[in-house]
């Protein structure tokens, strides 16, 4: 699928300094298509902006946002100055991993408004333009953790859920508009953010690491064709095994356990 041809010249990646969000910028910036990189760190941005130019001859706008900000997206668009957007990958997140009284109200706050709310809102504002054109793409990143209770995981659990089910649900309204919208539900991924958390592996099937070029790659290719998805054969077995075969109680006691062993918890 020629992606430029489908949806547009200019694709917005909100995490984009890095892991997932570095990979799509990649995929796109190959096909010809300009980009807006955003995330709060200026300077990995840039870095992978002036590697992307010089590649691809491509135009990149870099903005330094904190996207758990109450006014993020509209610090987004004042920067953009007009510009269109025509393809849009949320791919931020927060975590914080550990017992949810231990962290503070303000701490989960930040994680529900950077994982759940700035998404929405970007969603909504773009989604619309995109649908008013007949024409645009959605990626909203999601994870594996958001299909049951995940101990220790709670906060950035419940927020990849309602990521999952306001992607489903808009890949329902907007199925014959002309804009393609889905949940990527991403397993264990080898980000630079994953491996600085240190995990330990917890058994001889815990699925295989995935690549962020890997996840990238098969989400594009699912776009437009369902409402979401989970990355990697050996991540849909395990999702199934939990979702399909396991009593609900014992799926999320094993979230928790395995949670709990991989942090040393």
């Given at each position: 699928?020629?992606?430029?041809?489908?949806?547009?010249?200019?694709?917005?990646?909100?995490?984009?300094?890095?892991?997932?969000?570095?990979?799509?910028?990649?995929?796109?910036?190959?096909?010809?298509?300009d980009l807006v990189l955003i995330a709060r760190r200026l300077q990995p941005l840039e870095q992978l902006a002036d590697l992307l130019r010089k590649k691809y001859g491509i135009y990149v706008k870099c903005i330094s946002c904190d996207l758990s900000a109450i006014n993020a997206t509209r610090l987004?668009?004042?920067?953009?100055?007009?510009?269109?957007?025509?393809?849009?990958?949320?791919?931020?997140a927060l975590?914080?991993?550990?017992?949810?009284?231990?962290?503070?109200?303000?701490?989960?706050?930040?994680?529900?408004q950077?994982?759940?709310?700035?998404?929405l809102n970007m969603v909504r504002l773009y989604g619309e333009k995109m649908t008013i054109r007949g024409k645009g793409a959605v990626v909203l990143?999601?994870?594996?953790?958001?299909?049951?209770?995940?101990?220790?995981?709670?906060?950035?659990?419940?927020?990849?859920?309602?990521?999952?089910?306001?992607?489903?649900?808009?890949?329902?309204?907007w199925k014959n508009s002309g804009v393609d919208i889905i949940a990527c539900c991403a397993g264990a991924t080898a980000t630079p953010g994953y491996k600085n958390s240190h995990p330990e592996k917890t058994g001889f099937f815990t699925p295989r690491l995935?690549?962020?070029?890997?996840?990238?790659?098969?989400?594009?290719?699912?776009?437009?064709?369902?409402?979401?998805?989970?990355?990697?054969?050996?991540?849909?077995?395990?999702?199934?095994?939990?979702?399909?075969?396991?009593?609900?109680k014992m799926a999320v006691n094993i979230m928790g356990d395995t949670t709990r062993k991989m942090y040393r918890l």
């Amino acid at each position: 699928m020629n992606l430029k041809q489908k949806y547009g010249n200019t694709a917005l990646i909100a995490g984009a300094s890095e892991g997932i969000g570095a990979a799509y910028a990649t995929r796109f910036a190959a096909e010809g298509i300009d980009l807006v990189l955003i995330a709060r760190r200026l300077q990995p941005l840039e870095q992978l902006a002036d590697l992307l130019r010089k590649k691809y001859g491509i135009y990149v706008k870099c903005i330094s946002c904190d996207l758990s900000a109450i006014n993020a997206t509209r610090l987004v668009e004042d920067a953009l100055n007009g510009l269109e957007i025509n393809l849009l990958v949320y791919n931020a997140a927060l975590s914080y991993i550990g017992l949810f009284l231990k962290n503070s109200v303000e701490d989960h706050t930040r994680a529900a408004q950077l994982n759940m709310i700035t998404p929405l809102n970007m969603v909504r504002l773009y989604g619309e333009k995109m649908t008013i054109r007949g024409k645009g793409a959605v990626v909203l990143m999601t994870s594996l953790a958001g299909f049951q209770g995940s101990g220790y995981l709670a906060v950035y659990a419940a927020t990849k859920a309602f990521n999952r089910i306001l992607a489903e649900s808009l890949w329902y309204e907007w199925k014959n508009s002309g804009v393609d919208i889905i949940a990527c539900c991403a397993g264990a991924t080898a980000t630079p953010g994953y491996k600085n958390s240190h995990p330990e592996k917890t058994g001889f099937f815990t699925p295989r690491l995935l690549d962020p070029e890997e996840v990238a790659d098969e989400c594009l290719k699912k776009l437009g064709k369902q409402p979401s998805f989970i990355t990697g054969r050996g991540n849909r077995l395990a999702s199934f095994i939990m979702q399909k075969i396991m009593p609900r109680k014992m799926a999320v006691n094993i979230m928790g356990d395995t949670t709990r062993k991989m942090y040393r918890l």
